[in-house]
T-cell receptor, first 114, second 113 residues
């Protein structure tokens, strides 16, 4: 069976510090991968998605970047965090292919920037 | 630009009530619509997925309908239980290649024992 992991679960970082959040998927190959952010009082916003290794698409201009160094690994990074980067970050995966299927979400990372 | 709205934002009901959550979207050219559940501080769990050509889907006490032409979907929960307390999110996908989702802001449901 497939599982998705995210770490760390919670993170408190000072403004201006770097960030690295990791997401890995097990039990599947060549998945579509997604990073979402859920800010307080706001809906879930898609930040990045990837349909293959090294292929990253950004949905919104921001202080963050994403990378996919391996097939089942998706990393969210920042060189200098802003207060507005605080939020709940969710990684999701979906089987690649044209068939109808859901996205499967990880447990999330709660990021607080002080 | 697609916008997804959910009404009400919050709902509190006594146990046993049947209830309806609403989701509306501005662009009817969707590929599918999905309802998710989110418990506090947790990830999302898929509840029901409706393809654009379908009218409804059912799973246990849950029934989701889709009226694509009017840009609406409803999630019906029968005989609500305290364990149903959570935030319910609807999301639409317009891109059959990347399957990106656009989410609504959610309805926070509390079922009182």
């Amino acid at each position: 069976s497939q599982t998705i992991h995210q770490w760390p679960a919670t993170l408190v970082q000072p403004v201006g510090s770097p960030l690295s959040l990791e997401c890995t998927v097990e039990g599947t190959s060549n998945p579509n991968l997604y990073w979402y952010r859920q800010a307080a009082g706001r809906g879930l916003q898609l930040l990045f998605y990837s349909v293959g290794i090294g292929q990253i698409s950004s949905e919104v201009p921001q202080n963050l970047s994403a990378s996919r160094p391996q097939d089942r690994q998706f990393i969210l990074s920042s060189k200098k965090l802003l207060l507005s980067d605080s939020g709940f970050y969710l990684c999701a995966w979906r089987p690649s292919g044209p068939w109808l299927d859901t996205q499967y979400f990880g447990p999330g990372t709660r990021l607080t920037v002080l | 630009k697609q916008e997804v709205t959910q009404i009400p934002a919050a709902l509190s009901v006594p146990e046993g009530e049947n209830l309806v959550l609403n989701c509306s979207f501005t662009d009817s050219a969707i590929y599918n619509l999905q309802w998710f559940r989110q418990d506090p501080g947790k990830g999302l769990t898929s509840l029901l997925l409706i393809q654009s050509s379908q009218r409804e889907q059912t799973s246990g006490r849950l029934n989701a309908s889709l009226d694509k032409s009017s840009g609406r979907s409803t999630l019906y929960i029968a005989a609500s239980q305290p364990g149903d307390s959570a935030t319910y999110l609807c999301a639409v996908s317009q891109d059959a290649g990347t399957y990106k989702y656009i989410f609504g802001t959610g309805t926070r449901l509390k079922v009182l024992a």
